[in-house]
């Protein structure tokens, strides 16, 4: 959204919006100074700036249970980062940078306080919760797509969002708990290479359907289908591990 203020209100802002993210890095490097190391500090600092990839034994079964709420919740991200400004702008028949950045503001915005009110929650409760609200968050979407229903449409929004951030946050926490502290990082590589593919490889074939000139509606409705589809093999497996 702050990227629509941008291209709405500020002059240059296809330039402008670069120097303002330089700024705020430059604010998080000085914050770092301030940072707590959670691990006593080693030598070969360079050494470890070269990335690596480590799946100790330990973590593959979560991770292997982990993997349809990754898919489902950055699948998510990706759908209304692609289709989320196009969609807003056919609902409201507006072409406003603002209201077309809206929908992916208020799904991070949901994001972002469904971590900090869950976060004594198990990892297991976190997915669960995680998945059940994106599968009910994306059908609220799903049905008020063809009915221009925008009220449904950011009610769904912001239940998926919940979904985003407790199921990507319990995933994480699944998966890391069980990696020793100097296996974490190769771990987490991992994690976020499937969530980024995740995201990125349903947005190229939206738009590749979009290209054959399939209506933004019916790619919507696949792509939510797909997404209905993993949040509930999420809650299966989750349903699954809890009785074993």
């Known amino acids: 959204m702050t990227g629509g203020i941008f291209l709405q209100y500020l002059p240059d802002p296809t330039h402008l919006v670069y120097a303002g993210l ?35 034994r330990a973590t593959r079964e979560p991770l292997l249970l982990a993997v349809p709420i990754l898919l489902s919740v950055w699948a998510l991200a990706g759908f209304y980062g692609s289709l989320g400004p196009m969609l807003i702008r056919g609902m409201l028949h507006s072409r406003s940078p603002i209201l077309g950045g809206l929908a992916l ?24 919760l995680g998945a059940g609200a994106l599968f009910t968050g994306v059908a609220l979407t799903v049905f008020a797509l063809p009915r221009s229903a925008i ?20 995933a994480v926490r699944s998966v890391i708990q069980t990696a ?16 980024y593919l995740a995201m990125g490889v349903p947005a190229v074939a939206a738009g590749f ?32 591990r809890y009785f074993r």
């Open 22 to 56: 330089a700024a705020i890095f430059v604010a998080q490097a000085v914050g770092l100074r301030f940072v707590r190391d959670s691990i006593a500090p080693q030598t070969g600092v360079l050494a470890s700036l070269k990335p690596s990839f480590n799946l100790p």
């Open 105 to 128: 503001f208020v799904l991070a915005a949901s994001a972002g306080i469904s971590v900090l009110l869950l976060h004594r929650r198990t990892p297991r409760e976190m997915v669960m």
């Open 151 to 170: 009220a449904l449409f950011f009610l769904g929004t912001a239940v998926a969002g919940v979904g985003f951030g407790a199921g990507f946050q319990g």
């Open 180 to 195: 020793a502290p100097h296996e974490r990082a190769g771990t987490l590589s991992i994690v976020f290479i499937i969530s």
């Open 209 to 240: 359907l979009l290209g054959q000139h399939v209506s933004i509606i019916a790619v919507a409705q696949i792509f939510c289908a797909v997404l209905m589809a993993l949040a509930g093999a999420s809650l299966a497996g989750g349903a699954v």
